[in-house]
């Protein structure tokens, strides 16, 4: 019998994980590689990554591959050493395309087979692969497993070691058609074979899946029909153990994409038969930092199999073509062009203020929006900001345009595409007037320059200044700068930055404005309105925590009528009448019934509140959106946010775009 093991379970955050970096990982592969010493077997072992383990030819980056790896591997020892059994033992791997999870199943083999362990073993395993896309009928598969039965039974001590490649596919346009074929065997061992029962009950089955990530995705598909009627629950229910392979857009990425590269630039200089090749530096780290790699391992198997070698340097000018890089390559599941909408710009919008004289508070804060917007930009996403370009508002621009500045050109053989990519952040400045305008445009290429960001710098990074004029002729002359005018010219490039973007990030404010309850507010309403997904971390204070924003919808967890300070009515006896003047102009077509004065939003807010039915779904759950706005960890808030976008918006490949246009619909 098989000894008890725990039962499978969904995936539990990771109590350990190796810190990504980039100059780890350039040391990784960042060599010259001479196809001589290659060819002699030097120069081909695995390097060492400080405080990781490896397991074969696999690094173990994370606590649970480490936890996953070594589960299988005793089960795998001990199943063998028991004397007689009653069924196989059955395993899954799943993971993305092009995650390796062939590769895994390999090693684990050998690694076993070979002793490679602190439980040395004189087990033999005859491997056999078969791929259920290339079987067309329960038939043909009985065939195989008992082809395998007896070329294992041909010598002793052998055992089948069988391994089921998209065992998960459809069958006859069934989906997970074969899931119910494999049910009799997985349990007792046996299977019919031309009106006969034949047992097979001393066997490691491999299952690896194409339809899921992770063996948690693949038992949460038990809420479907389709998978039901499959049997997919009996199936799940008959697994023993399972291992997760993470991808190279999975973290730490980049040391895996190092590793992958190394491999994939030694074979491709082995191809080639004589040279010494060393690879750009820069083109090494863009390779490193590439938003995703649309086929997982695969992708970066492609570029270097299809880059020419030539000379001793492998550099920008001897990859593929960018139509095929594209094939590759994109910049994120949080893109544009997987983010389907009816807006010409697709963005995230930020919300927030350096909270002034709390120096604390400020360095906080700002480690949060860079520790945010560094994800969001690896992640594909653009970024926009409706605050100004002069101080303190700049403060905030500022740390987003120098985070820019230290990323890698993106991954592209044309240099115009290098150093003109599309915007990664836009800066939405203020506009009165075209005067006004000009001067703003000017402070901000001059505070641009002070950093020494030279127009070309800006382009590369991308960094672009909307400059837009938001009041007409007739309310410049009647209104001038007053009260009004800074009011319809804010409200107006708010909505300029919350109708360009798809969802919003929102952390601190003001407490209080110029009479009108603070800026975030009314941005956060004009997202609601728009049904645009929004995100609160309430707990870095200010205008966003429970006293204001928080409280009204409902994050913070307190239940309360009571009306937040921050969101009472302050407006001056001058300003009354001045907002009843505006009014109409805070009510632009179609949402004509955006609320106005202070009493107006916070009614707004609570009917939006979290839980009812205008909380727009942010892909959170209730309690997830507590634990965000609750949290005051950078790292924390990223997560959760990431994965609410990923949830609502992201894709995995080119060929589920049109998935992605139906959740957007839907939402």
Known sequence: MIAPIAPIQADETMPWEKPDSCDEALRLVDLAYDAQALLRGEGIDLPRIEGCESFGGLYMLTEIEKQQLETMRDLIIRYIGQRSHDHPLCLAVFGPPGSGKSFAVKEMQRVIQKGETERRSNIKLSRTTINLTQVSSPAELTAALVATREAAAREEGTVPFIFFDEFDAAHNGVSYGWLSSFLAPMHDGEFLYRALNVKLQKAVYVFAGGTASTMSEFASLGSKPDFRRAKGPDFVSRLHAFLDVPGPNQNPRMLRRALILRSELMKRVVRQGAGRFRINRQLLKAFLEAGRYLHGARSIAALVELAELKGEELSWDLLPDDLVIRMQVDRGPLDAKPIRDTMALKTIALSGFDPGEDEEASEEINNCWRTVAKELWTEGATLAYAGGMRRPGFDLVQLLIDELSQRSPELNKNERLREEPKARFLAFVHGFSP?????????????????????????????????????????????????????VERFRRRLAVSEASVARFVIGGHLSGAGRPSGIIEEAIQSLALKRPIYLAGGFGRATATYALGVVLGLSGIRTVAIPESLRNRLTDEQRPWLEEIADQLRPPPLTSLPVSPEEQLSFLRKYALGGPLWPNNGLTLEENRELFRSNKPEDVKKLIISGLKRVFSVTSPADEDHAEKVVKKD
Not at 464 to 470: G, K, L, R, T
Not at 478 to 486: S, V
């Open 435 to 487: 005067e006004l305008l000009r001067k703003e445009v000017d402070e901000a290429d001059k505070i641009l320059a002070e950093r020494d960001i030279a127009e070309r710098d800006k382009k590369r990074m991308g960094v672009e200044v909307v400059a837009e004029v938001y009041l007409d002729d007739e309310e410049q002359r009647r209104w001038g700068e007053d009260w009004r005018a800074r009011t």
